[in-house]
């Protein structure tokens, strides 16, 4: 087992990476002690992990609450049937939730942990590579709104993030190539060694070889917890962790979310910034080429779908980043080095939405 | 004006007290700067007084919401609503809410602001006397759930309070009764020359007596902003600020929410507290009877209906403060002195409860 701590003072918490850690009831109790846990899953992951989940608990699991699985789900009213499972539960304020699953039910059973009794302790313990490596850890929690995604939420940090990369096991394909574009994007904001070294072990990462993908994981989770410990709030170079997304967001809510997974909108959404930025003059122009074939190696999506221009670049203007705001993006200089800028010619990202969206 | 502080840090603000104050756009220039406003209020007080706060916004209003009045409304279904404005105001991070009306407006506004975006900005403007004495101050925001009063929602500080004492001429008096009970309430917990000053000038208030009204509060935002800046997420000593809610509560709940004012519950869940506390032997046996004629004096209820024993005590028990645990009440040692405690013998409460709510 390996452990990162992302250090925010007291909110201070370890992420603990490894195989079998579900096994290990002596993890989760520090933060559980006598306190009662309510579980909350999906009912893809439930089948799979519920039962191994309570035992980690070590006899404090008072409830469980099982979510149907999905993006389309990650709503004001799940987090409602959240709410009524923790009120039936009898929760009080000392009680403790453990997400059990991907990024949609983190977010979900963060916030309603940020929500319930105006805030109450949780666990993340993610069982996909794209929680493990990015959205269990830093307290962002959330649900989407017909308006945009991730609109409505809170900052709420986990006390502990358990990380068994056992459950990666059951993770289909697709998901798992998911979360490898993550992986990728951590390379590109912060880490040129790191990005050469997934490039070097990319078939060993597919292979889901253990130890390849645990040092993967722990070097994600050093980078974002680095990068949290300095901007809890996204003020400022927290923002960096959103390369790819303005343009990802787009494709997930042209397409309707649940069509594309994240972690696919999100690799074909850093060809696209990466592309931007080559165009722009930022970035090398070999850059965006060497970037498209390790994600395409990945087994991910490099393309959005052929589209109207127009109305991708409403889409984007409707990421939360945006709103009343002016259009800003995360643009890279080199692999390892990203900026966020709104520095750029309106005409030049039409021009260039146009000339990539063409069926 | 009068301008008390609430010392937080950075995240202190002032509390602005005084006539006239939403004429003057200086007052929240200062933190609206070139920001939008998004002014939430509802039908009641929206026809009085949303011309005059869209001035105070000195041009920066971008949009308004105005809710159904009551506290039945106080649900997650509004907050939804709330959101949506916002969304369809297109207000960005940098937005700013601004709640105009009374507690139940100000806990659902406050709530919208500290999870559209995962956290923006607000402004208190309170329009009764509840909320300028106390539920404006603080940063305690959410809405019910049919599990408890308050269930969900977040610690999230106004930048500001804009307490403009004309708003109270068009109060109704059933109303501006109910906000009398929070002043006597932080008379017994904090302050005993302040009761005794409020027996003095008990006429005066209800004469709505300019100066005298600002005096008084403007005591309890003194008041209210040290114990707030002592025990911002009530770890302790705000607790204190409950005397009288969890009885009042249950009356609340008993009769359905709406039919009792919440000041009004307040005030016979003050004169149990204090009957209890002397039955106890906690509290001389004078005094329950000296804060009974007060509330009375000022058109205050001072009695619960007559109810069932064992369902009154189950809904106290509802109480968030007491979900999975023991329950606990603020009693009180003498005026001006009052303590959180669950060391009291059940039998005495259920018995207390059987005397009390017989019909």
Not at 86 to 94: E, S
Not at 150 to 167: C, E, K, M, S, Y
Not at 227 to 252: K, Q, S
Not at 291 to 315: I, N, Q, S, W
Request: glycine share 12%; with cysteine.
């Amino acid at each position: 087992m390996q452990t990162v701590t992302v250090e925010l003072g007291e909110r201070s918490y370890p992420i603990h990476i490894g195989g079998g850690l579900l096994r290990q009831p002596q993890l989760l109790a520090p933060v559980l002690g006598r306190r009662d846990a309510v579980i909350v899953t999906n009912d893809v992951v439930g089948p799979l992990y519920l039962a191994a989940a309570r035992e980690a608990c070590g006899g404090r699991c008072r409830a469980e609450v099982v979510l149907p699985d999905g993006e389309a789900h990650k709503t004001m009213a799940t987090i409602g049937r959240v709410l009524d499972g923790l009120v039936a539960a009898r929760a009080g304020r000392d009680a403790v939730i453990v997400a059990l699953g991907g990024g949609v039910v983190g977010d979900i059973a963060g916030f309603a942990a940020a929500i319930y009794q105006r805030g109450i302790d949780f666990i993340q313990v993610p069982t996909t590579l794209l929680a493990q490596v990015d959205s269990s850890v830093g307290g962002k929690t959330g649900v989407n709104h017909p308006g945009g995604k991730n609109l409505v939420g809170a900052f709420h940090q986990p006390r502990l993030v358990l990380a068994d990369t056992d459950t990666l096991a059951t993770l289909p394909p697709r998901e798992y190539a998911a979360g490898l574009a993550e992986v990728v994007k951590y390379g590109l904001i912060a880490d040129a060694p790191f990005f050469d070294w997934l490039e070097a072990q990319h078939e060993a990462l597919l292979a889901r070889d253990a130890a390849t993908v645990a040092a993967a994981i722990r070097r994600c989770c050093e980078l974002k917890a680095a990068i949290v410990g300095e901007d809890e709030r996204e003020a400022d170079r927290r923002a960096l962790l959103n390369l790819g997304h303005t343009f990802g967001h787009a494709i997930e809510v042209r397409a309707g979310y649940g069509e594309w997974l994240h972690g696919e909108a999100v690799a074909a959404g850093m060809v696209m910034a990466a592309r931007f930025s080559a165009r722009l003059g930022l970035l090398d122009r070999a850059v965006p080429a060497r970037v498209e074939t390790l994600l395409a190696a990945m087994g991910l999506p490099c393309v959005a779908p052929a589209d109207d221009a127009d109305g991708f670049l409403t889409a984007m203007n409707m990421d939360k980043k945006v709103l009343a705001g002016r259009l800003r993006l995360v643009l890279l200089d080199r692999i390892g080095a990203a900026r966020l800028t709104a520095d750029f010619p309106g005409g030049e990202l039409e021009a260039f939405l146009r000339e990539q969206l063409a069926a």
